[in-house]
């Protein structure tokens, strides 16, 4: 049953309705419904765990289980889940597994350029309202076809990085060197095709490791290798449907889309695996300017990431074109049941006094975290009016009218600004500038327009700040 | 319900407990067994033990040759249809333009070409502002220095050269809290711009719903059957007023809410007292990447994915103000070396924000930066190629040396 679908009380049936508290829920409905949204696992409930229960067990997990299966790449501490999805569109529920991005390396690379590279994956952090946004995998290639060479690439790889490796290599010879230098190491096997798929199997089998299959532009035959590999004994199978740029990418959006329909809403147990994307494909283009290449690359790659891609494979090794694919990886993978807006109230930072400047902004999450980042990392001391504006950044609350000069003087009056500091002096979001002087009229307190960005307060305070007592 | 196995010859392997204590997925192995074989044992520290099946695994045969599968394409009934909407009028329609562009008719999601191709392309329109003191992030400024005081100039420099398809004309200076300008000055430069370039317009206000009411009504009447983009009615206009003003004169709303589906209904469903569905636009607001990115992604996937299945009060072409990307301050933020350039990196935050959206099925884009309204252009071509599913020259990626 689609997860969507899903309801507490189809969950509540099977469990043993004791209320016993065991797994930590007041009733056995609180639990169900900690299941239905997957934020608990069966195994909680342990009167389920009887062996005379068993039958209830699967049961309930068969209803529970995600329609794209997930699939683990990577040793124990620097292993990365991806899959495990249940809805197509992320408002349905939400999405669990962000698509990780692999930065590619080829076994003809010189070696200065391959330390860079997995320095690179090592490295890049981005620092997001508290978060860090980060790269996940490296995928190796065999452009030589050398066994040999694939061999020495992925020895070196490994010592570079913890991070999961993906190989990728089409001969079964090189690939089998390949996963002879990481074994044990459980990298993702690129890829097993209508060609090799046997061989690749059995390399899958014998190094316990996931498998691609690929067939790129040729659907039938995609899901006719993974229910083959499945038959095979290959569980941890990941689907390459064949990634293409310029005017092939309605076609890859189209495949992805069926693939991921056809998985969720008719589940299709021989779809049901994750996707893999391939922007790189976007260097294949004549074009002489590896700017462009790689504005193109991250273009494919973020139409991927909008279109449900689980794992994708990289070559720019460039901050500009990569910021803003993890930044929309964040924002679609963000659970779109948490609530947008945090407490409006008056927040402290550092070693406050009643001397200490007064910022206000609103209470929608993104517009508070970011401003409290700026402050925290400045480490200043000041004090925060965050206005009830319904959840609203600044700029669209003030054309919204959410943040007007009345819900500022309603904010400073209940929440008692005028006990907390002994000064008057507000100052307000750049982006509210014009409701400067209805702001000092509604309040009495003298108002200063502030950066256009949080990220200029500190500058602001250096400059402009001067606390006096009227 | 889709309980597919039959309980009695379940596959279970043996860390079936383990590994639904990860993340709820069975480990399937080569072993059946049956119910009554099972044993599990539980230890008295309330430690799982494993089961164990008593009988010897059965090997399954494996598979020879590829077995034979067909994929069925997901072709879905959409009972509802996006209504299209004309904007712009040519002299036989009414109006001055060199032609008229229609949005919208859509009758499957965004860019499902495998079940239907979309009836006409987005339309990308620049954005012009009255007011010289706008403030512009610097990787966009460079682009219009030379014609920021004229709003006429601004509108044929994104037509000439960068074949701006529409153009919106934003009035900053009407605000009573910037320079207050006269209703009658604004329809002056209205008129200087429908006679620099001859491509549809959209006219935009400040904010203030009164003002922005008697400026709107002053250009309607002035510039009647031009079919002009009214940016926009809100809840907090007068909505006869608004709605009777855009009817009598011909021209076209965009229904503005801000990121709240039932909000967009509720606008829709007030306008539809005084105006017929083919002269309204939503839009639920756009929030730039990494600010509010997701939040009107979802609202307008939802909204577009209702209209389709037959919310008769959603089924309307949307609109994105893709230019709020430079709100991010990473779009325009000078950062340390290894994010720049930001003359790149500006461009392209725009870009990833209109195309997120494009995805959602977008029909009328307001962007800013040359090179971003460039590569949504492209992107939109490309989508529009009519390369089904399952067509197109393999990439050997593999093997290829970059």
Redesign the interface.
Known sequence: ?PAKELSPIEIYKYLPKTNCKECGETNCMAFAAKLVN?EA???EC?PL???KQ??TF??L??????PV??VEIGLENNKR?IG?EYVQ???EFTYFSPTAIAI?V?D?MSDEEVEIRAKFVNE?NYQ?IGMNLTLDMVAI???S?DPAKFEAITKKVAQLTNKPLIL???EPAVMEQGLAAVEGKRPLI?AAT?NN??EMADLALMYKCPLVASS?????????????LK???V?DIVLDP??????????????F??LR??AI???D???GYPLLG?P??A??AKEEDH?VKE?NE??LA??LV??YTDIMII?SVS???L???I??R???Y?D?RKP?AVEAGVRAFGDVTDMSPVFLTTN?A??YY?VASDIESAKLSCHVLVVDSEG??V??A????KLTADTIAEAVKSFKLGDIVKHRHLVIPGRAA?LS?EIQEATGWSVSVGP??S?GIPKYLEEKWKPTVE | ?????K?ES?P?SFDI?EA???????????VDIS?EE???N?TPG?V?GV?RPRAQPIL?T?????????????IKEYSGKIVEVKLGATRTEGGTRNKSIVIGGESVPA????QQMPPHKPVIAFDVFDWPKV?LAKAVKEHFRDVVHDPAEWAKLCVEKYNAEMINLHFLTI?P??EDTSPRTAVKVVENVLQAVDVPIAIGGC?DPKKDLAVFTAIAEATKGERLLINSV?L?MDIEKSAKMIKDNDHVAIAFT??DVNKARELNRKLYDYLPKNQIVMDT?T?A???????A??VM??CR?AGLKGDPELNHPMSSGSTNAW?A??AW?KMSD?????E??GP??E??TA??LL?TGVDYFMMMHPAAAN?IRT?I??????????????????????
């Open positions: 049953m997957r696992t069966l195994q342990l765990l009887d062996p068993t039958e699967t049961r997990w068969v209803l529970l289980k995600p299966k997930a889940k495990g569109y992320r408002h590619d080829s003809e890049l997001y290639r065999s452009t076809k990728c290599a089409l690129y209508k798929w046997k790129p532009q040729d659907l039938n035959t995609l899901k006719s290798l993974a229910k083959t038959e095979y004994g569980d064949g990634t293409l740029w310029d005017a092939g990418t309605s076609t890859t959006v189209n495949n889309t069926i329909d056809l809403n008719e589940e147990e021989d779809l391939v790189m494909v260097w294949a700017l504005w991250a273009m973020s139409v909008t279109r070559h901050g500009w074109s910021l803003p694919l930044f929309l964040q924002n679609l963000t779109p947008v929608f993104l517009t970011t609203m950044s700029e669209s003030v054309a919204g009218r014009r002087g256009m960005d990220s | 319900m889709a309980i597919k196995k309980n379940l279970l407990l639904l204590a990860k993340y709820q997925e069975i480990e399937l192995s080569d119910f099972l044993e599990i539980l309330g799982i089961p399954k494996k598979p020879l040759s590829l077995i034979e599968a067909k994929v069925d394409l997901p860019y499902y070409n495998f403030s605000d809290l910037i904010g809100t907090d801000s990121m607001t929030a990447l990494g600010y509010g990115l997701d939040y992604f979802t996937e939802r994915l709100a301050r990473e933020m290894q994010w720049t350039p930001r790149l990196r392209l935050w870009t990833i195309q997120t995805l590569a992107i071509n490309h989508l529009m190629s009519g390369k089904n599913a399952s067509t197109g020259d393999t990439v050997e990626w593999v093997s290829l040396k970059v």
